[in-house]
T-cell receptor, first 117, second 111 residues
């Protein structure tokens, strides 16, 4: 069964460093998402991406964040200058719909645990 | 501001009994409603989706939606210890909207 994959599973970085989190969405899906979950808190939407541009972003997704689809398979989240409060699980998700129907589920990857020291 | 509210629990249910999980949402234009299960340190796993008022059954799981009351519920019949997890209610608007999650209800099935 196709699945969303994410690398690395765990990333440790120093405050102020740049990190890139990678995702390979399910191959025939068209919409891609990043979510984060701070330990003990709810899953929060960051950004959605379609047709090589941002479709929607939350207030959390400020100028230190960027997303890119550098090739036909990878979808990346870059955090330019990490802060302690960026420590969280980051989940990538993909959605198959090619139309405007909401009637499809988002499939989540296993997540990357980011630890900022 | 879209909000999804869930009782954080823990909700403790004896093995074999019915577990009932509830969720309310604030955005009346929400169109899609999901229940995800999340084990500690793992990603959300889709359990049920529901899009129209009424009940939807899938195996031991039944999702219920009442858009007038802005209320979604999940019933788990014949609860098993392996059902012990955090259950996340998620709501979505139209198109490619991101999901809005509740904080989740921690469910414990007692053997």
């Amino acid at each position: 069964e196709p699945e969303v994959t994410q690398t690395p599973s765990h990333q440790v970085t120093q405050m102020g460093q740049e990190v890139i989190l990678r995702c390979v969405p399910i191959s025939n899906h068209l919409y891609f998402y990043w979510y984060r979950q701070i330990l003990g808190q709810k899953v929060e939407f960051l950004v959605s991406f379609y047709n090589n541009e941002i479709s929607e972003k939350s207030e959390i997704f400020d100028d230190q964040f960027s997303v890119e689809r550098p090739d036909g398979s990878n979808f990346t989240l870059k955090i330019r200058s990490t802060k302690l409060e960026d420590s969280a699980m980051y989940f990538c998700a993909s959605w198959p719909s090619g139309g405007v129907s909401s009637y499809n589920e988002q499939f989540f990857g296993p997540g990357t645990r980011l630890t900022v020291l | 501001q879209k909000e999804v509210e869930q009782n954080s629990g823990p909700l403790s249910v004896p093995e074999g009994a019915i577990a009932s999980l509830n969720c309310t949402y604030s955005d009346r234009v929400s169109q899609s409603f999901f229940w995800y299960r999340q084990y500690s340190g793992k990603s959300p796993e889709l359990i049920m989706s529901i899009y129209s008022n009424g009940d939807k059954e899938d195996g031991r799981f039944t999702a219920q939606l009442n858009k007038a009351s802005q209320y979604v519920s999940l019933l788990i019949r014949d609860s098993q210890p392996s059902d012990s997890a955090t259950y996340l209610c998620a709501v979505k608007g139209g198109g490619a909207d991101g999901l809005t999650f509740g904080k989740g209800t921690h469910l414990i099935i007692q053997p």
